[in-house]
């Protein structure tokens, strides 16, 4: 790859269509990392950044409703709901019993991270992730193809510029050849990408993902729920999950016999 680095030559791929030739071959083989120009370093880990992120991320958390002050303070009363126990580790269920709020609620206390911090007791810490889907005829909002890209953006943004390099390889090559890479990124690199971080790259950091509406999910719940299992293979030791559905055949299959709270029996006081 060195000799690819003379700038005369990188000039003229850019102007080329070798170029696109060059760049789906390093995205194909995996290219091991080179050393990056410190001037090029920067941008080119923003331009990862920027390359996995959407318009309308984060639109469906901010356009649910804060909880009232008050709700859902049994969460963190009861021993038995905090992050340590169940929290975490939860399916929350039943349509129309406040869940997704519940999730915002979640994501966004610092009692959940105060739990989570007690969880992990490790100089490590831990790299927390969300995701709310959206049945609004908006295919990021609703799809695998928005879910992947936004947790591992979400990951990445907590974690130092070496990390993302190493999750991104193929990507960082490419800017460091040349000055930007319009590749979309391909359900299978995400995959990788976020296995690679959980279980390779981070052997001293544990993780927490909340993800709300997987009923919305306009594609294949199966495929979902098999990322989602892959995510979770450690749950307990290096990971945990906080997942919240209506109470579909399909999910009540997959996640039987994992802990689970019908939420409008608990929360029965804040639905009144």
Same mark, same amino acid.
């Given at each position: ?31 091991? +990392? ?5 001037? $090029? ?8 950044? *920027?390359?996995?992120? %959407?318009? /309308?991320?984060?639109?469906?958390? +901010?356009?649910?409703? $804060?909880?009232?002050?008050?709700? %859902? &303070?049994?969460?963190?009363?009861? @021993? ?5 126990? *169940? ?7 039943? @349509?129309?019993? !406040? ?72 990507? +960082? ?12 990124? =391909? ?7 976020? $296995? ?6 981070? @052997?001293?950091?544990?993780? %927490? ?6 009923? /919305? ?18 749950? !307990? =030791?290096?990971? &945990? ?32």
């Amino acid at each position: 790859m060195s000799y690819l680095k003379n700038e005369g030559f990188t000039h003229c791929l850019n102007s080329g269509r070798e170029r696109d030739g060059i760049i789906a071959a390093i995205h194909r083989d995996g290219c091991p +990392i080179a050393h990056l120009d410190p001037k $090029r370093g920067f941008k080119a880990e923003s331009d990862v950044l *920027r390359s996995l992120g %959407f318009p /309308e991320m984060n639109d469906r958390e +901010i356009g649910i409703s $804060r909880a009232h002050r008050g709700t %859902f &303070k049994w969460v963190y009363l009861n @021993p038995r709901h905090q992050a340590g126990s *169940r929290l975490g580790r939860s399916n929350f269920r039943k @349509p129309e019993s !406040g869940k997704s709020t519940l999730m915002k609620y979640l994501m966004r206390s610092k009692n959940t991270f105060r739990c989570l911090s007690n969880w992990v007791q490790e100089p490590g810490g831990f790299v927390s992730y969300s995701f709310f889907f959206w049945n609004n005829n908006m295919e990021m909002q609703m799809s695998i193809e928005g879910l992947l890209p936004t947790i591992l953006y979400q990951a990445l943004k907590q974690l130092p510029s070496l990390l993302i390099q190493e999750v991104s390889r193929g990507r +960082i090559e490419v800017l460091n050849l040349f000055v930007d890479d319009y590749t979309l990124w =391909t359900l299978a690199e995400l995959e990788q990408g976020l $296995r690679r971080l959980v279980f390779d790259i981070c @052997p001293n950091r544990k993780f %927490f993902f909340l993800i709300d509406g997987l009923d /919305e999910c306009s594609g294949d719940h199966g495929a979902l729920t098999n990322i989602l299992l892959d995510l979770s293979s450690s749950v !307990g =030791t290096i990971l &945990k999950r906080c997942l919240a559905n209506r109470p579909w055949t399909s999910f009540e299959y997959t996640f039987r016999g994992k802990p689970h709270l019908m939420l409008h029996h608990l929360a029965a006081g804040d639905i009144e």
